[in-house]
């Protein structure tokens, strides 16, 4: 898991989005950052968490907030991802891993008893200035945008 925690400047970052547009964390400086890794697009509890954070798009932009998610698909499946569930926000597909080991994020899973490696769903709430001002690791995929507002 990540070693990341609150006070820790964010690790910088250089990815395309489900459009193929080059987002980067400069992109969003001066401006709060929601940025949520989550294992595979268009899955139960992937699905469920980004709703609810689109579902809470207003109020994150009313507090300032912009948010980004972040998983190994690639941009055809994060575009089909985005369109279909009308999400508001940027997906990055980052299958080189280069956000998500960056920030700790891959490692061992366990699923019905299989081990394998893979995406922890986790979110970094990030400052103005580049700054990580919370960590969360235990996701509550179907009221997250409670746990970071």
């Known amino acids: 898991m990540t070693t990341l925690k609150a006070g820790d400047k964010a690790p910088e970052f250089s990815v395309k989005d489900q459009d193929g547009v ?9 401006k709060k950052l929601v940025l949520f890794f989550y294992p595979k697009a268009s899955t139960p509890g992937c699905t469920a968490q980004a709703c609810n954070l689109r579902d809470n798009y207003q ?21 089909n991802f985005k369109t279909k569930k009308e999400l ?20 061992p899973k366990k699923f019905m008893g299989r081990e394998y490696e893979g995406i922890h769903r986790t979110t970094f709430v990030i400052d103005e200035s580049g700054i990580i001002t919370e960590v969360i690791g235990k996701v509550k995929t179907k009221d997250h945008a409670a746990q970071i507002l």
């Open 88 to 107: 508001p926000f940027p997906l990055l597909a980052d299958e080189d891993k280069e956000v998500i080991n960056a920030y700790g994020v891959w490692g």
């Open 22 to 30: 080059l987002r980067t964390l400069e992109d969003y400086r001066g």
């Open 59 to 79: 109020r994150f932009q009313q507090e300032g907030y912009e948010i980004v998610g972040v998983s190994a698909d690639s941009q055809r499946r994060q575009n």
